[in-house]
Structures are given as structure tokens and as C-alpha cells.
């Protein structure tokens, strides 16, 4: 009996499980494996709020989404295809992701009265055996057992043995879609170089579960994903906290500059100070200080010593930094405050993403505190943006405010990336005592032609000088009460900030013509879903637009010119209305808002259906 | 007049252009003359030196002193100067710090501080009073003192700074006052020399809020019997006629007449004994109180241990020693690529 | 010769002198007499930044500004007609101020050589001696010799003769006058009676200053300055700061509640704290914490337990609370945290006023954290305000910010107190276990129909419950990952707060009619300028009205109509523009800003000037 | 059966209809489980109970308390207390908190906690590592451990929590361990009964991210020859069969054998002596280290002090003895009116 074998353009398969099951790793080889094919891919891990829920529970799955396509992809995408359901909790937790004649690869051995009580299924009835699943396609195994009898001699406890149930999973996915085991065996025999035994006991039951594709009758069917056409190049696949540490790095370099971050652990921000502490050979210099406040001023020290500072944190952490910021406001210091935003208010959704301190960045400080604020858009962009940051951060002496979040901190996507040498360099702007002495004294805030002071850093002969959070005269830097000279600095910050808008790219648009019914507008994460929202519109022959927003201040001094040539303006945010309230404030365009507080990034679908509302008044 | 071209530092060369805005009688003036007077003698490099001050009146001092210097904010100095001295650890940097500064919004910043053992020297101005808020009580303040916020007498059991200090693993911790110059001058050394955080508590006069606050300490006439100066290796002594020693019976100090007791018995000085140490900043009783104990002043405790700024560095030589200056191209690349045709 | 007494409707006094003059004492003296009279006042005091300046320095100025007239008053004024100078630096530092021929009282032995040159006069030239203050009207006084001469046998020091200085000028003025010396008399009795002598001395030279002016021959010219027709009632003078506090007093006793206040000292809310800790037999409990984190989550604390729980502070004090305020706004517990705000960012200027938190105070915490606004608009609405403040904050179990600010904290204001009868109870939304029992089980997140939950207190038996910052269930309060119960709960927290505009007045109008050419729309301080402006407008036959708006979050139901209704509509704010961007991001009208950031409150004339501008497009 | 008709309170009353959400085989689920029987036992009321914590896997304590209870943030617990106590003198308020929440973030508020004493009880978890957050190095994680965040080991030198207690004036200072329930009740019961504020600091297995770092001195094998159990009044005493004793030699702690050594030359415990309490915390040696001395367990210090909350109160009494009760209208008025008519 023959097996066919089906083409498909776009395949997303979610993979949950207790946390203990390993359905991380399995999601992240099954990337790679197809990133390496040539795929698109696009994934999207989701963790439980604690750090190890009770075993079974429906509060301790973990899952982990990945698209792969051979068309390109912006986002970890809506519907699952296929899902694997390693216990009663998993299926439960994700059920109504799947859609209909979806396929449910279950491992029946995770159904047994035990885990249906700790998935709390009502009387324990077992959904493998009612109708409950008809509309699926499910596919039962009991890969516990199945594992075993892999390893039966293999001479391991059932402990480690248990541990090896991913793989058998995984290759059978490889046999259902059609793919080469030798990336993963790679990384097994990598992974477990010092561990013989627990190597060949994965690469048995990696193969196991192939076989077994192969052998058993009842799969009539494979799949098949081509490869994208991606532009040619070197890829890899980058998470974009990891985007964001290699960026601050590849910055502190292209400036000659050492890199200091001063930090204070919190979800999600961490990955990033555990990301760059495994990088001093690069100079980096990680500092986990005792909270968010001696975090962000241990950076501002370093500013003024004369390294790159850069402080980062989530949530409440974030808003704990705002006197601090004011001060490096008023000290016109190079500083980069990162900010992965999480659900709040308070300590709100740590693990869930929001776009909700759009509005903090811009106000959260006593005063007039101006200050740049910049977002990225996806997990590569975090490289890029990062950078941007720095640049802007060193050349204008001025604190930069970058708003990341959960959604792309965690997410991954495959990455063209650089080469170092096309990285241009960054000028920070040093004092030099020749230029800076005027008749034998120094004017720390003197400024050049973009409002920007010098940047004379201790050990500069010559160039001593006091600094502090006290209103300052405008050319000596002393203190200063004088009601002109502090309309004079007041002024001086902002138009500081302003004339950055010279320096950065007019706002441009990442599909559709520079005019037309309707402008999606978005900042940040939302980029993925508003492009292929977009794309799918623009097929159906409509007059759309997506922009997105990098810079959120200053703004491109063209934005007003943007959303004045649509008729709709329409702005999804994960989060109330933020953005939407700068853009009202500013412009004379009314825009409409699309929001979503569910700790969750927005489907193409849901942008999708708010624009045909629009496009059809 | 030096051999050399270079004139040697004098005190008016650290001077800085701006008034001094302290009020009249103020003991900060005499503190600043001290540091002035110190750091000229130690010939200094201007450029070189940094000091990091949070808010308060005594925090106005780097603003008097011509080198570089940052005044912070309220509480933050300790946290700023790690960060510079993290990245530059060639600097001298000295913090200017004040009672409410330092022990109120900032006590957070100086335990850490303590216990990393950044090679900075903390300077904590201790008037018993918030002096630029005009004169509210601090957490050194006396039980029952009258402030403006507590017109019926302060509820607070204060902190004895160097009793926390030592609770907070500080490698140096002194106590000195501003009325007595030439001990200001050697304490200012003895941290300067110090490879670690040094903790100086100078008793700081605030003539206008808590006017008199150490007068026991500092009055001619009272100096003598309730202070006790420490000297290394040295007897504890005190009195007008230095009539008068410490001894330590088990863990309790007694004062004795040296008329009836040898000067072997005394308890001697050793500023690497952490529990004698102790043991001083518990000599703290209230110098009006009946057989009070004197108040020490000198260097309580030193101990070596590893500065922060330095085992910072040796992680970073050694990461490049075992993987090699960092190669831009491979960071980028990181561990798994491949490539589209 | 014949002295002319000559009446005047409107007289500004300035007394200028060294901070350890008495000036402030001398200025308040004055307007009490001033005010038991029967006129209506206005006063500003500015003092130097530092504690104590170094002396006879222009930095070591302390001024206390007068304003009495027979017609009633809404500011401090403008330009000053007398202006009394103790020495050569309090000249120099406010000679501006002083309108043409104005007079000038100085003390000659304020300018002597060390005088003039502390002063910083270039090459010591004497101001009283060349030419430069002939466009004003010079009265040159030695007050130091006249007052040593008065006390020659007094048996008294010099030191304490010479602080009798200022007594000797003020008599001099209740002569120019034609004051009463009594109220002042009284005075000095009850301060000195435990030091005759002192007393003595005082009084002497008082009167000494009065005859001064009644045997000079010189002084041919007294003035008259009638009362003013105020509402008929028993008045006394209140300052900001004051008003704020008793009005939290009487909150607390009209809540039926102990008063707790948690906070840290910084100028200029201290002053608050101060006065509050006069007042333990209301039973206030004033907490001065180690830091503001600390002062508001003991006002969190004591919220819990039952009790009003208040926390102040101002600039930098502020945004440091913004992490606990979420917590706040999480909990949903009263809470009340006042700001004063003063000259930012960072440290800014302590001592000047500025209105630049108000954006904070709507933004600066993470996540989407919407809490009330309110900021009072004189020393005397303090009381009021702060009053109101604290019934919303109890009867919609919400934290509310207080925006008052440098300029009416300090301020002073004459008050027709109201009795506490009049005051109206305010009613906690305590639970209650019989109603609020639902099957044995309380569920502390259920609302009522302002969507306000109920209010379990310790000690409340079988209403245990425990509450905290991450996100709830809608009902039990339990913590909930569930995606749509964040949307609802961020939901109702908004919608909650946005209720509340059900419970509070339509947006009035100070004056004018309901619609017109130009809407002066203020908020909190800048009332009295606008009102005097404003009033003059309309004399002028101009169609303008003056709305200031109390409520800030949320607005007044109808404020979008009132604002509809105007040609014109003019916001003056003391900052770079921030009640305008939310008035923008709300209303379809653009209206115009009119900034000020110089530490210092607007003139009437400022306003007046901009308005014309505006009537004459 | 108790005679009367109110049955006597257990644990299981105690607990909440919400899951335990700590990982299997976490040393929170003894500490919870003490604390349940220990109250039940003591007979509390539940409404008068209240536990407040900050943020931590050890802050979602109170979630498991049927008492009213406040998950509030990071670091804040003590000063949310502080405020509850002042107010409210009569309830019985708890402090959950961790090595991070209490000493990293919450480190200054706990000092100030510890000097002013408010009648509050505060149960520090120190697993020597960040839990929650999936483990950085804490403020007592020991130098050079390898953590998410320290790749190549900490630098930091770790905090000696109960030296810091001590330092900021505590009035009780104990510790105990997660895996000794009887020691643990013994202890809680203790801090319950003292009047004032009470620092705990238990030892807590964190079994997935720092597991085993108290083994130690909770192992079968080796518990008896690294702890040292303190009992009121009686001498320092250890071993497996009880062998060995503590004996000062000046200000020294040394390990005897009591074959030598008569119990009667031991040190015999005073938790009423600060300086040798201060020496107990100083009894800190890394267990692994070579004649390193046993940890002691137990209550380190008490003090009798005032409670600030009756201090306060006190104020409002006297306040209203003197001025009577207070008056609005008269409050309202002030000290200077006039009539306009
Ligand atoms: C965040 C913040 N909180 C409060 C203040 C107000 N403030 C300034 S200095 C100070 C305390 C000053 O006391 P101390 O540190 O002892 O210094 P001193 O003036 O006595 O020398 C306070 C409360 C501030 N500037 N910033
Ligand atoms: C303001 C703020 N900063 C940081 C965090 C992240 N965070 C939560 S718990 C924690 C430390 C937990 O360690 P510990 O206090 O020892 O508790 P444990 O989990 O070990 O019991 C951190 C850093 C936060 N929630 N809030
Ligand atoms: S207030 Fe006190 S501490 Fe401040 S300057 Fe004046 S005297 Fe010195
Ligand atoms: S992470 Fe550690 S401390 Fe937290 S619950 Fe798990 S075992 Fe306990
Ligand atoms: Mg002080
Ligand atoms: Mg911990």
C-alpha cells in the first residue's frame, strides 16, 4: 500500500507538555532542522507563570509554536495544524487553538486516570475515547511505552529512559513532514558528547519514532514544506533578547567604547544580562545590582566614566527607574534604558506580552524629561534597533528608552545577518580640551549645531567639571535659579530631542502605496501580524497600507504627511490606546484604535476583520 | 619652591569658582578644608578624581572641589560611584554622603556597596538632622529629639552607623568629627590608603537645625572624658590626664583608673579584630547618661579582601585568554548557520 | 506742614531683606493687620534655595510679597509699589519687580562697602547714591542706628537690638499706612511673655518706627487702603500646605476613619507633614518613612487595615512611587498620594512651582494603570479639595493623585472658613459580611454598580481574603493567567474610575458666559491669574469666560461641550504644555498653549497679552 | 473533643482553596506546613491574622493562608507592614519574604524595620538563590557560585544576614531549617511570643535551581557535625554522640572535645548578650572548609524594647489628655479670625 506524499506551503505545529517533557528543546530542533532546510519559520515559546506548576496540571504545560513555510512568514501564525498533546493538561490548555481536521498527536499514555484528574477532566472522562475530538484527526501513541521498548538493554533507568520520550516524538514529525534526522543526531552527539549512553539512547528513539512512521500501516500520508525563496545568504535564527545583547555589543565595539549593564533580574528582561554575561571576552562588563534604581545610576556611572551604560528591566522594574532617568535627562549623559515590556499594571502577567508602557516611556518622570524612545519589531529587528539605540544614545547625549516585548524577547525567527564590517561606526561625542577650552575654562554645556554638549569624561586633563540633577545655567553647567536660563534648559532639552528627527529616516512603508483608503499603522511587535494582515488585503485588491513606527520620539518628521494621505487611519496596540492618543495629540488626524489587553499578541485575523470594517464604511 | 617646573598642589588649587553656600558656622567648612588640605598633600591628579554625591547640604561638596564630580540624587551616590568605578577603576573616587543620605533612602545602596568592596572612600557627614529640608529628624537622630515633624519628641531607636557598617562585612570603618582637624587629616589618609570601601562617620556640626549635637564630643572641656581616641597597638586611654583606660572583662568594657590598673591590662587596639571591633561601635552609650563609656574615634576595623572592580576584570582577562579577543563576526554568527542559494 | 492721606484700591508691598531679616515675619504681620481690617489678600513668599545663603549675597534674598486692596484679589499681583530693601543685595535682586515710580524704603547701613560688594555692585558703585533709581521714589532710612538709638538703655545686646531691625520698618509702614499697631502688639506679647525684655525691645521699636513717620517732617503723604467688600463671616488667612492638611483631618473624621500619613520629607510637601504632626489629638498617625517607597506602601499598609491612608512628596519624591502606586491601582484600595510639585526634571528647582507633573501622574506607572486627578486651585481650595479627594478615593476604593504645586502651598489667602457641621459625611464602601457572603464564600473583586468593590478589613470575620499586584480573577480575586479575564479586569479598572465623573460636577465657569470668542481653560494654580485677566477682559467688553478645571481624571462629563462652545479656547499652564495634549488627544477642538517654565507663577498681564493676540485673529 | 461546642482550630483550617504552586520536592512546602500546625496550634483568630509578603516563589505564601493576606511587591513587604502595624497594633502581622526580596531589593526597608521594632514577625527564606525568576545568585549566594547570570562564578561577597540584623539593632535574631519541623515550630512559637520585631531566617532547599546548598547542614550524614543547636542557658554542645563544645578563648570561638573539656568551661548560651550574639553570627565558615565551626541554630538575640506602634499611640493619648480630645470647628478655625460684616 503506497503512501502519498502532499505538498503544503504553510505548516504550524504547536508541541505542549508538562514542563518537565522537554517540548522546548523538541520545538527549537525542529527549527532549526527546517530553518537549515530552507524553510521560513517563525516560533513562539509560551511557559507557565511558575517556575514548575504542579506535574499535570493545566497551569504547568508548557508549549512551544513553530511555523514553517515555504512562503515567507511574519508571525508564529493563528491556527495550529498539528498538535502534540503529551498529557490530558496539554490537550486541554490548547485545544481550541486547533482547527478543525486538525491533526492530534496524542501520547495515550499521558490520558491515564492520574492526568486526567490533574487536567481536571469532569468525572475524568477521557476525551480519547468520546466524541469530543471528532472533529480532528487524532493520532494516538503511547510513547512512553513505545520509548521503553526502544531501550529496554540500553542499561538506563526508567527515569532517564522517560527522558528520551521527546525524541521518539520528534521523529516521527520528521517522517511525517519529510525530513533529514542528520541536524538533530548532530546536536544529540554535541549535546551529550561526555554521556555515551543517554547519547545513543536519544539517537535510538529519535530513530524509533521515524521507523515508525515507516512501518506502521495506518500513516498513509507525509507532507512536504519546499523551501522558501528567502533572499540568498547566511542565515541563523535569532530570539530577540538575544537580537538585543548581541546588538549592545556590536555598538559598544563600533563606538570603541566598553559596554557596562547595570540590571536586577525580572521576567522577562533577564535573558538579556544572561545573554551578555556569557560574552566577556567582548569586554562586556554585567552588573546585577541589589535593585532596578542602583542598577540604571551604577549605569549612569559608567556614562559618565565614559562607557556605553545601559540598564534594562520589565514592568514595575521600569517604573522604578523613572527619577534616575530624569537625572541622566538632565545630565545630558549617553544612557539606554531597555524595557521588555510584560502585562501589567503592577506586577500584572510577568510571562505575558503588552505593548503597555508606551505612554510611561514618554511621561513617567517628574518634570519636562524628554527623552528618545524607540521600539523593534521583531526578534532580528532587536539587533538593528539595539544599535540605532546606542547610535543616537552616544551622538546626541541623551537617554534612549527602547520597548521591546515579551512577544519578541521570546520569539525567533530566521535572520540574514551582517557582516561586521557593514555595521558603520558610531562617533560618540568626546570633549576634546583643545576645541572645548574657552580662555583656559570648560563649558560643559555648550552645544553644537544639534543642541548636543560635549562629553568630557574624568582622566581628560583640563577638563574638570561638575554635573547634577539641580537646574543648570546653560553654558557653565553651575547651578543655576534663574527663571530665563531654566526656560532657556527646559527648551534646550526638548529642541534636543527634536533635531534627532534630522538624523533618523522619514517614516516609510512596509507595503502598499503612499496613499490610499486605509493606514495600519503600528509600533513595536505588532509588526508581523499587521504584514500579513496587509498582504492578505492588498491581494483582495484593496487600497492598503502598513507602516510601522520605530521611532516613537521624536517621530519622522514626515508622519503627519503619512496618515494624512489615507482616509482610515487604523492602529492596533497591545495594549489600551497608547500610541493612538500621541497621534490625536499631534496630528490633526483622527485615527482609530484596535486594542487588545489579553496578554497575547494580536492575530492577522483580528487586524484583518477591524480593516474590512473600515475599508467598508 | 619644588626642583621641578610643576608647582606642588596647594589646597586654593582645588578650590573651585562658586561660593560656598553653607551656612555660616557650619561644620561642613571645616571638613572641606580638610579633604582640600589632604588631597593637595597627596598631590593628586585633578583629572583623575572623582566625587559622587547624593543630596543634601553635605552633598553640595563636590560642587567646592575642582576635580570631576557628579551631585546625584538623594540616596544614589554609593550606586553611581560602583558603576564608575566598575568601568574605571584607575579613578579615585570618593562619596559625599549625609545621614539621611546615606542611612535613610540610601541604606540600601551602602550595605551593598559595603560588602562589594568597590576601592571607594564614603564620606558620611552624620548631623544627626536633615539639613536641607530644614530640619526634619534622621535615622541617627536621638530617641524623643523635637524636629519640625516631631513636635512631641522622635519614636525611632536610631542606627549606629558603624554598627551596621560591620553588620554589612565592611573591610574599613572610622569615625572622626569636624572640629578636630588634624584627626579629619589622618582618618582622610588612613581610608585613602585603604584598597577597599572605607566607611568615615564624621559627627558634622548642623549649627542652625541641631545646633551643639556632639558637643560632648568636641567641647574643650568635655572632649576629653567622653571621647576615646584608638591608635593601633595601643592601650585605650582617655581622660583629661589620660587618668583613664578600658578594660575588657569577658565581653564587657569597663573604665578603669590607670592608678589602680596596669596599662598591660588595658584593652589594646587591634583594628583587624573583628570582634573587639564590634564591641566599639557598641561604646555608644549617651554621653549624659551616669557612667557613660567614652565615644571611640579612629579606625574601628580594616580587614583585606578582594576589590569588586578588580576580580570584574580578571573574569574578563581570562574569558579572553581561554576564547580569545572577542571576534565581532563569529559573535553575530553565533553556534548554528546555514546558508539560502 | 499738612499731611494728605490719599486713598488706594490696590497696594503691593514687597519686603526684601537678608534671610535672617524676619522679612517673613514682617510680610506676615502686615497682611494679618491687613487682613483684620477688612481687606482682601494675597501673599507669596520666595525664599533662596539654600538653607542659608551666605549673607548680604543676592542669593541669600528672602522676600515675602504683600497684596491688600479694598477690591477683592485673586494673586500675589504683578508689578510691586513698595518695596522695602534691608540691604544693597535685596535691592539688587528684585529692583525689576518694582514699577515705575514706585517707592523704595532702604536701609542705608545695608549699603556700605561689604554690602555693596557681597552684593556683587561692579566696582562698588552705591545704587542710592548715582543715578540709577531716579525713575523711583527713594526713602532712605538707617534702620540699624534708629533702631540701636530706640534701645540704648534696653540693657540688651547688640545682636538682640539688631533683630528688632524689622519691627522698626514695619512700624514705619502701619504709619504710611494708616494701620492699627494692636493686632501686632498682640502679637509680640504673646511670643515674647516669657522674655520681658525681648517683648519690650520689639514693641519699643515698633512704635518708634510708627512716630518715625509722624514726626518726620519729610513724609507728607499717608495712605488709605479701605476694606474690601468681602462676604460677610468669620475669615482667617490659610496657606496651601495647611488647607491641605486640615482638610485631610476633617476627610478622615468625616469617613468616620484614623488618619495615617506615610512620608518623606522634600520641599516644598513638607510642610505638610509638619503640620499634620501638630495635630495627634485628631488622632493622625504621621509616619516619616526611610524612603518614598516606603512612606506610600505604609499608606498601602494602613489603607488595608482601614485606615485613610495618605503619602505626599514632590519632584523627584513623585516618581518614585510609581511602582506602588500600581500596586494601588491594583488592589483597589483608597489611597490618597498628594503631590506638590516644584521646578523639574531630577532635583529641578526645589523651591519654584511649576505644574510639569501632570502627564506623570496620568502615565508614569507600567501597564495600563488609570487612577483620579485632582488638583485644587488656591491655598484656600486646598481644604476643599483635599476633602474631595478623599471621599472619591473611599467611596470608589481608588488612589487618587492631588496635583497642588509650589505657588498655593506657600501662598496665603484669606478664608471664610467654613463650620464642620457643614462638611458632609463621607461613606467607605466597607463589606459587609451578611451581604457580602455568597454561599459562605466572599469574593472581594465583585462590584457594585460604580463597578467599586467592597472594603474587608482585618479583624472583619469570615471576609478573609488575600489580595496582591498580579493580575485577578474578576470575582475571587485569585490570581488568573486567563487572557480574557485580564481584558475585563483592565476593563473595569478603567471603566471604574471613568464612573466616577457620574459622581462629581458638571465643568463650571469662574466667569463669563457658556460660550463665546475665547475660553481661558485653566487647571489647579494658575486660577487667580487667569481670573484677574479675565475679569479685566470682560470689562473690556471682550465675549471671554475662564473654566478651571478641578477634576482632571476623569473630566467633567461635559467638558467637551464646554470647550465646543468657543471660537478660541487658551490653556496657560505653568509647564511645557501637558493639559493641552490631553485635551487634543480627547476632543475634536485644537486649542492654543500658552507656556511658562521659568519656577514662577503667570502674571495676569501674561495671560492678558496672549488673549488680545488671540481675540485679535 | 474539647468540652466546649467551638472546635479547636487545626491546620488544615488554615489552608486555601488554591493549588500549591511550588515545584514538587521544594522546601516551601515544610516551612507552610509548620506554620499552619504552629498557629493552629497557638489558637489564633484567622481575621485577626495577617501575612504579607513580596514578590518570590517564597511570596506566594500567603495565597496558602486563610487568613487575610497581602502579595504585594518586590521588596516592600516589611514597609507595607510597618504601616498595617502602626494602625492597626492589635493584629498579628507576618512577613514572608526571601534572600532576595528581604536583602537584595527590600534590603534597606528591612533595616529600618529592624531598628524601629514594630511588633511583627518576619520569616526570611534564604535559598541562596533568585527562585521565581528561574536562578540568578542572590545577596547570600556564596562567592563564585555559577548562576544564569554568573556564567564564570559571582563576585560578590555575600551578605551574613543575621550579622546585618544584628547591626541594624534587632531585637530578636534566630534561624532555623526547612528540614527540621520541630526546630522550625519551636522557633516560630518563639518569634510569636516576642514583643517586638522578630527576624527568622530559615534555611530553604531550592531543589531546581540551587539544590543541596544547605546539605550540609541538613544531611543525616553530616547535620550533626556542621550545626550547633542553641538552648537558653545551656552550653554549646555538638557532635554525633554529642562530643564536642564550644569554648571562647578571649573573643574566640574554639571547637573542644569534651573528653578534654568540662561542659562547665563551655560557652553557655545568653541570648540576651549582644556581643556574643554578634560573635554566634560571625560563626559563619564555609562547612567544606577544614576545622570549620559548627552553624548555630536557634535563637540567636532578644531584646526587650518599645514597640513603636504603643509609642505612637502613646503620643495620640498624651496629645489628647493635654489638648483634649480634638475639636474640628476649632481645628478648622485656627489661631487668628475676623469677622468681615
Ligand atoms: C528623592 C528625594 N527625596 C527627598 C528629597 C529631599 N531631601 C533632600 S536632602 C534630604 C535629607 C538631607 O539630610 P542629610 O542626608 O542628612 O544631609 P544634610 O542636609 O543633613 O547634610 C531630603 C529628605 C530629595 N531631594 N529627593
Ligand atoms: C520591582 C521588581 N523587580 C524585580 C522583579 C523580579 N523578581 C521577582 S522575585 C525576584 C527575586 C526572587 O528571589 P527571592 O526573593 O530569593 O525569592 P525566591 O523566589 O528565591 O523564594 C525577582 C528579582 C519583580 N517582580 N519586581
Ligand atoms: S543647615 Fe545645617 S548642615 Fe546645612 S548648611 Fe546650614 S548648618 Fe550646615
Ligand atoms: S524554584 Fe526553587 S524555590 Fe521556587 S518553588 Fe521551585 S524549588 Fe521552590
Ligand atoms: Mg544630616
Ligand atoms: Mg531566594
Known amino acids: ?617 | 619652591m619644588s626642583a621641578t617646573d610643576i608647582q606642588p598642589l596647594t589646597a586654593k588649587d582645588l578650590a573651585t569658582d562658586q561660593d560656598v553656600r553653607w551656612c555660616p558656622g557650619c561644620g561642613d567648612y571645616s571638613i572641606l578644608k580638610q579633604m582640600q588640605s589632604t588631597l593637595a598633600e597627596a598631590g593628586i591628579k585633578k583629572e583623575d578624581t572623582v566625587f559622587v554625591s547624593g543630596i543634601g547640604c553635605s552633598s553640595r561638596f563636590p560642587y567646592y572641589m575642582d576635580t570631576y564630580g557628579i551631585h546625584s540624587i538623594h540616596g544614589r551616590a554609593t550606586a553611581i560611584a560602583s558603576g564608575l568605578k566598575a568601568t574605571r577603576p584607575e579613578l579615585s573616587v570618593w562619596v559625599i554622603t549625609g545621614d539621611g543620605d546615606a542611612l535613610s533612602i540610601g541604606g540600601n545602596h551602602l550595605i551593598h556597596a559595603l560588602r562589594r568592596n568597590f576601592d571607594v572612600n564614603i564620606l558620611l557627614f552624620n548631623n544627626e538632622i536633615y539639613g536641607l529640608t530644614k530640619g526634619q529628624y534622621s535615622p541617627t537622630s536621638p530617641r524623643g529629639q523635637v524636629t519640625k515633624s516631631t513636635p512631641m519628641g522622635s519614636l525611632d531607636h536610631p542606627f549606629n552607623p558603624l554598627a551596621l557598617a560591620l553588620g554589612a562585612d565592611a573591610t574599613f570603618v572610622a569615625r572622626s568629627m569636624d572640629r578636630d582637624p588634624k584627626h579629619m587629616r589622618a582618618i582622610l589618609q588612613a581610608a585613602d590608603a585603604h584598597k577597599g570601601t572605607s566607611l568615615i562617620e564624621v559627627y558634622q556640626n548642623c549649627n542652625v537645625f541641631n545646633d551643639g549635637a556632639f558637643a560632648a564630643f568636641t567641647d574643650k572641656g568635655t572632649k576629653a572624658s567622653n571621647t576615646l581616641f584608638l591608635e593601633e597597638g595601643a592601650p585605650l586611654i582617655f581622660g583629661h590626664e589620660e587618668e583613664l583606660g578600658i578594660r575588657l572583662s569577658g565581653m564587657k568594657p569597663e573604665v578603669v583608673a590607670l592608678s589602680d590598673v596596669s596599662k598591660d591590662d588595658l584593652w589594646i587596639h587591634d583594628s583587624r579584630d573583628m570582634g573587639k571591633a564590634m564591641l566599639l561601635t557598641r561604646m555608644f552609650d549617651d554621653p549624659r547618661k551616669e557612667s557613660a563609656l567614652p565615644r571611640p574615634f579612629g579606625v574601628f576595623y580594616r580587614e583585606d579582601r578582594y576589590l569588586y572592580e578588580e576580580v570584574m576584570q580578571e573574569q574578563i582577562d581570562k574569558a579572553k585568554a581561554v576564547k580569545g579577543e572577542g571576534d565581532l563576526d563569529q559573535l553575530i554568527r553565533g553556534g548554528h548557520t546555514w546558508k539560502v542559494v
Chains 1, 3 share one sequence.
Open chain 1, 1 to 617: 500500500m503506497g503512501i502519498v506524499t502532499e505538498k503544503k506551503e504553510d505548516v504550524i505545529i504547536l508541541f505542549a507538555g508538562d514542563s518537565g517533557d522537554g517540548m522546548q528543546l523538541t520545538g527549537s530542533l525542529f527549527s532549526n532542522t527546517s530553518a537549515q532546510f530552507g524553510n521560513d519559520i517563525s516560533t513562539f515559546p509560551n511557559f507557565p507563570a511558575e517556575i514548575r506548576a504542579p506535574q499535570g496540571t493545566v497551569a504547568g504545560v508548557s508549549g512551544f509554536k513553530l511555523r514553517f513555510a515555504s512562503i515567507d512568514i511574519f508571525t508564529p501564525g493563528d491556527e495550529v495544524e498539528v498538535m502534540v498533546a503529551m498529557n490530558a493538561a496539554a490537550l486541554k490548555a490548547n485545544i481550541d487553538q486547533l482547527k478543525v481536521g486538525g491533526t492530534i498527536i496524542a501520547n495515550s499514555d499521558g490520558f491515564d486516570k492520574k492526568n486526567l484528574r490533574l487536567a481536571k477532566y469532569d468525572d475524568e472522562s477521557n476525551p480519547l475515547l468520546d466524541e469530543s475530538l471528532d472533529k480532528f484527526h487524532l493520532i494516538e501513541m503511547d510513547v512512553t511505552k513505545m520509548t521503553r521498548q526502544a531501550l529496554v538493554d540500553s542499561g538506563l533507568g526508567t527515569k532517564e529512559i522517560d527522558r528520551c520520550k521527546n525524541m521518539y516524538v520528534l521523529g516521527f514529525l520528521y517522517w511525517m513532514y519529510n525530513r533529514k534526522l542528520e541536524n538533530t543526531e548532530r546536536f544529540i552527539r554535541e549535546k551529550f558528547a561526555k554521556k555515551p549512553d543517554i547519547r545513543e539512547a536519544n539517537l535510538k528513539v529519535l530513530k524509533a519514532g521515524y521507523y515508525f512512521g515507516d512501518t506502521n500501516e495506518t500513516f498513509t500520508t507525509r507532507y512536504e514544506v519546499e523551501s522558501a525563496n528567502l533572499p540568498s545568504g547566511e542565515y541563523r535564527s535569532i530570539m530577540g533578547n538575544q537580537g538585543t545583547a548581541l546588538g549592545l555589543i556590536v555598538a559598544a565595539q563600533k563606538a570603541g567604547l566598553g559596554l557596562f549593564y547595570g540590571s536586577y533580574p525580572i521576567t522577562p528582561a533577564s535573558d538579556i544580562l544572561h545573554e551578555l554575561a556569557r560574552h566577556k571576552e567582548y569586554g562586556v562588563k554585567t552588573f546585577q545590582a541589589e535593585d532596578e534604581i542602583a542598577a540604571i545610576c551604577a549605569s549612569i556611572g559608567a556614562s559618565y566614566g565614559g562607557s556605553l551604560g545601559v540598564t534594562a528591566s520589565s514592568g514595575p522594574g521600569i517604573a522604578l527607574k523613572g527619577e534616575a532617568i530624569g537625572l541622566a535627562v538632565m545630565l545630558e549623559l549617553p544612557l539606554l534604558v531597555i524595557n521588555v515590556q510584560r502585562g501589567g499594571p503592577s506586577t500584572g502577567l510577568p510571562t505575558k506580552t503588552e505593548q503597555s508602557d508606551l505612554l510611561q516611556a514618554m511621561h513617567g518622570r517628574n518634570g519636562e524629561a524628554p527623552l528618545v524612545v524607540i521600539a523593534p519589531s521583531s526578534p532580528s529587528d532587536c539587533f538593528e534597533t539595539a544599535i540605532e539605540a546606542a547610535r543616537i544614545s552616544l551622538e546626541h547625549m541623551v537617554p534612549v528608552m527602547y520597548l521591546s516585548d515579551g512577544f519578541i524577547a521570546n520569539g525567533s525567527e530566521p535572520w540574514k545577518y551582517p557582516s561586521a564590517a557593514n555595521i558603520p561606526a558610531i562617533h560618540p561625542r568626546f570633549a576634546d580640551a583643545k576645541k572645548e577650552l574657552d580662555g583656559g575654562v570648560y563649558y560643559p554645556y555648550r552645544r553644537d549645531e544639534n543642541l548636543v554638549r560635549s562629553w568630557a569624561t574624568p582622566g581628560m586633563k583640563d577638563l574638570q567639571h561638575r554635573v547634577g540633577g539641580l537646574e543648570k545655567d546653560f553654558e557653565t553647567g553651575n547651578v543655576s535659579y534663574d527663571p530665563e536660563n531654566h526656560a532657556r534648559m527646559v527648551n534646550a532639552r526638548k529642541q534636543k530631542v527634536e533635531k534627532i528627527a534630522d538624523h533618523i529616516p522619514l517614516q516609510g512603508f512596509e507595503q502598499g502605496e503612499e496613499s490610499g483608503e486605509l493606514l495600519i499603522l503600528g509600533w513595536g511587535s505588532t509588526s508581523g501580524a499587521i504584514r500579513t494582515a496587509v498582504r492578505e488585503l492588498i491581494a483582495e485588491g484593496h487600497k492598503v497600507s502598513h507602516a510601522q513606527i520605530r521611532y516613537l520620539s521624536p517621530f519622522p518628521k514626515n508622519l503627519d504627511q503619512v496618515v494624512k494621505r489615507f482616509k482610515h487611519v487604523l492602529i492596533p496596540e497591545i495594549n489600551d490606546g497608547q500610541l493612538i492618543q500621541l497621534i490625536n495629540a499631534k496630528f490633526d488626524k483622527r485615527a482609530t484604535p484596535l486594542n487588545k489587553v489579553k496578554g497575547m499578541p494580536f492575530t492577522a485575523r483580528e487586524i484583518k476583520e477591524k480593516a474590512n470594517e473600515l475599508l467598508s464604511k
